[in-house]
Every structure is written in structure tokens, then in C-alpha cells.
């Protein structure tokens, strides 16, 4: 009782925020969230933020076993969140069971997060396989290798798998397994958390009704 009340103290006294941060002004952004999605990750980017491309990504089977992890973030479009992943492990199968998804991004260093809510769908084969060749040889060949979220086999099979995928991909550079899939997300809520160290938090929420989108500050 005693440890876990100090684990709380000090939990408690580790300051959340430091240094500057952004100023964010709800009236300033655009009428849609993904060109502001856009813009605050390249200003993330330019301010020297560690991965601002981490992003968790939750989902949940048909039978509603929720699971959530840390992937990268491929790219934002017009319409869609873009991230890749074999569609035989953990996370394709939710998908194919239940396409509702929802993603975050947290920027520590800014105070700022994303949270989106939408479905995820197979984005085009040839995005899918430019995005498996851009990876490195060896993250390549692990992907071939091994059978995603199993246990893993001993270490010599595993040294035979691995060596005979960078055989395969030495001799045929352009092979992409039929499962490497990019995925995109198209939203169907977005929210804007900026801390602010005045007002505790600001929270601008994006609903789309129909084709267009709705916006509400929320409070804290």
C-alpha cells in the first residue's frame, strides 16, 4: 500500500508540459480537419519533435476484444490516414471483422494531440506495394520471414527463414508479399487537443454529417 502510494506522489509531481508552446486559435482552422491534420504535423516535424509520426491505432474484433499499439504513420490525404500492415496478423484480421477503428497522435514536446475515429479500408495494390519497397532490405525480408504476433520459432529456424527471404528478395527485388497492405482510414470525427497553460486545454471537434464537416470547441 505504502509503494503504491509513493508511485502516486510521484506520478502526481512530474510536470506535465515544459518549455513554450504553440498558440492554437479554433477560429483560425480550416473547414475541414485533415488540411489541419497536415499542418500540425509539419510543424511538428519542423519544430524537431521526436516520431511525429507515431501513431496508436486501436481496433477491435467482431467479438468487441478491444487492442490498441504504436505504428507510423505513411501518409495523409485528402480523404484518409494512411498506415500499412500485413492483413494476416492481429490487426487485418480485426479490420476484415470490423472496420471501425481509432487513431491518436500525441506530440509531448507541443502539448497537441489528434484523436480520430473512422474505417479503415484496403487502400490501391500498387500504394500497398510501393510502400513494402521503400522499407530496407532487412525489414523486408522480416516481414516475409515471419508470421506476424506468433510465437517464435527457435533461433536456428528463425536464421533459415530470415535467410532465405533475403535470398528471394536478392533475386527478385521487386517481390511484395500478398498480404502487405497500406490501409486508409477515412475519418468520421477528428478532434484537436492543444494544452494551453492559461485555459488548462483546447479541444476543436470535427463530426462529418453527411458530406460535410461540423465543428465544436469541447470543454476540457
Known amino acids: 500500500m505504502s509503494t503504491h ?25 480550416p473547414a475541414a480537419p485533415l488540411p489541419l491534420l497536415i499542418s500540425w504535423l509539419e510543424e511538428a516535424i519542423e519544430a524537431g519533435v521526436s516520431q511525429p509520426h507515431a501513431m496508436t491505432l486501436a481496433t477491435a474484433s467482431a467479438t468487441g476484444e478491444p487492442s490498441a499499439r504504436t505504428l507510423l504513420l505513411k501518409d495523409v490525404d485528402g480523404g484518409a490516414v494512411w498506415f500499412a500492415s500485413m492483413s494476416t496478423g492481429p490487426k487485418g484480421r480485426d479490420i476484415d471483422e470490423n472496420p471501425r477503428v481509432a487513431l491518436t497522435l500525441y506530440w509531448r514536446e507541443q502539448g497537441r494531440q489528434v484523436r480520430i475515429v473512422g474505417d479503415a479500408e484496403e487502400g490501391p495494390r500498387d500504394v500497398s506495394e510501393a510502400d513494402f519497397l521503400a522499407r530496407s532490405p532487412g525489414a ?21 527463414l530470415v535467410a532465405d527471404a533475403r535470398t528471394l528478395i536478392a533475386v527478385e527485388p521487386d517481390f511484395v508479399p500478398a498480404g502487405w497492405t497500406a490501409y486508409r482510414v477515412v475519418p468520421t470525427s477528428v478532434e484537436f487537443w492543444q494544452a494551453d497553460r492559461e485555459r488548462d486545454q483546447i479541444r476543436l471537434h470535427f463530426a462529418r454529417v453527411n458530406d460535410a464537416w461540423e465543428r465544436q470547441i469541447l470543454w476540457p
Open 5 to 29: 502510494a509513493s508511485l502516486r506522489d510521484q506520478l502526481r509531481s512530474i510536470p506535465v508540459f515544459s518549455g513554450q508552446l504553440p498558440t492554437f486559435d479554433p477560429d483560425d482552422a
Open 140 to 160: 523486408r525480408a522480416s516481414a516475409v520471414a515471419g508470421r506476424q504476433s506468433e510465437p517464435i520459432a527457435p533461433t536456428e529456424i528463425v536464421e533459415e
